[in-house]
T-cell receptor, first 112, second 112 residues
Framework: EAQVTQNPRYLITVTGKKLTVTCSQNMNHEYMSWYRQDPGLGLRQIYYSMNVEVTDKGDVPEGYKVSRKEKRNFPLILESPSPNQTSLYFC???????????FGPGTRLTVL | GQNIDQPTEMTATEGAIVQINCTYQTSGFNGLFWYQQHAGEAPTFLSYNVLDGLEEKGRFSSFLSRSKGYSYLLLKELQMKDSASYLCAVRGWNTNAGKSTFGDGTTLTVKP
């Protein structure tokens, strides 16, 4: 089954404790993205990648890191999480230009 | 940069037709997308317009005017399950093809 998977789905952590949210897709898509969604707001792009070893900042990259060592994986790293990073996070993948994005199920992160 | 505006909330009656508008300003354009998102779930793709005109897909249609920076999503024969948030998004072009900007979403409530 073609899908985007994220782990964990739910995470409660404390300020400053490094964490990684994994994202994997099995559709051989070149493009991958991370978004955060806060109440009443749409999706805001954190980082995106257009191919292996190619990553770019989205609209809200501060406090986040990403890597793209393999085509299928695009982990999101929070080196020192803070309460303002409490949010719902979505990973997405797509073929190149002009195609729909396929979203993972989301990761609900709470930073205390 | 890119800026997208859409109404925050709309209400309609089961069986009726509703039109959700979206206006955008962008420095580079590679298509406009509409996604549906039920509360707490991942967005799912509805439609994609890259050329001017109307695209029809069952009960859902989407229109684009690139010269006016305007799109709308038309939902016919509304059903209760259509109650959801509808997100308008534009995609970047060329070296920014991986960049996506979403509107804040329009929450549609369908009443009996």
């Amino acid at each position: 089954e073609a899908q985007v998977t994220q782990n964990p789905r739910y995470l409660i952590t404390v300020t400053g404790k490094k964490l990684t949210v994994t994202c994997s897709q099995n559709m051989n898509h070149e493009y991958m993205s991370w978004y955060r969604q806060d109440p009443g707001l749409g999706l805001r792009q954190i980082y995106y990648s257009m191919n292996v070893e190619v990553t770019d900042k989205g609209d809200v990259p501060e406090g986040y890191k990403v890597s793209r060592k393999e085509k299928r994986n695009f982990p999101l790293i929070l080196e020192s999480p803070s309460p303002n990073q409490t949010s719902l996070y979505f990973c997405a993948s797509s073929p190149p230009e002009g195609s729909e994005q396929f979203f993972g199920p989301g990761t609900r992160l709470t930073v205390l | 940069g890119q800026n997208i505006d859409q109404p925050t909330e709309m209400t309609a009656t089961e069986g009726a037709i509703v039109q959700i508008n979206c206006t955008y300003q962008t420095s580079g354009f590679n298509g406009l997308f509409w996604y549906q998102q039920h509360a707490g779930e991942a967005p799912t793709f509805l439609s994609y317009n890259v050329l001017d005109g109307l695209e029809e897909k069952g009960r859902f249609s989407s229109f684009l005017s690139r010269s006016k920076g305007y799109s709308y999503l038309l939902l016919k024969e509304l059903q209760m399950k259509d109650s959801a948030s509808y997100l308008c998004a534009v995609r970047g072009w060329n070296t920014n093809a991986g960049k996506s900007t979403f509107g804040d979403g329009t929450t549609l409530t369908v009443k009996p």
